[in-house]
């Protein structure tokens, strides 16, 4: 079956955590957190797999944006222009309970810039998780 010229000017969106789906969309283009830095996709994007970081992921660029808070995981764009995007967690802006990621960054901002300890596992969980409530500021600042 051939594409329409309106299939071929959009990518199918799939947000998957380990819990299930978080969203599903089609949309003109993807901004995420990748591990060297933030990258866009856009209709026609050569193949990709990608490693992400705690960040902020939005989906639209022209067509109303969906805003989330995602944290480490991957990014796949295939050739048919699906992308998936496979992460540990990931939250809709709109639903972030912001005073427990603001508590969490109070919490966790004093224990690690005052570590003292290896850089083992335990420093990068206590990482991990300052990462994804700065993930989730940044996130609901977007949608202000």
Avoid at 52 to 60: F, I, K, R, S
Wanted: avoid cysteine; hydrophobic fraction near 45%.
């Amino acid at each position: 079956m051939a594409e329409s010229s309106t299939d071929s000017q959009a990518l199918s969106v799939n947000v998957v955590t380990p819990y299930g789906p978080v969203a599903r969309a089609q949309t003109d283009a993807v901004t995420a957190p990748g591990k060297l830095g933030e990258l866009e996709v856009f209709p026609g994007h050569v193949p990709l797999l990608t490693q992400l970081h705690a960040g902020v992921l939005t989906l639209g660029d022209k067509t109303d944006k969906e805003v989330f808070a995602v944290s480490n995981g991957f990014l796949e764009v295939e050739a048919s222009g699906t992308v998936q995007v496979l992460v540990e967690r990931a939250v809709a802006a709109g639903k972030i309970d912001i005073d427990k990621a603001r508590a969490d960054m109070d919490e966790l901002r004093p224990e690690l810039r005052d570590w003292k300890g290896a850089l083992d596992a335990d420093f990068d969980n206590l990482k991990a998780r300052h990462d994804w409530a700065q993930a989730q500021l940044d996130a609901h600042a977007r949608i202000k």
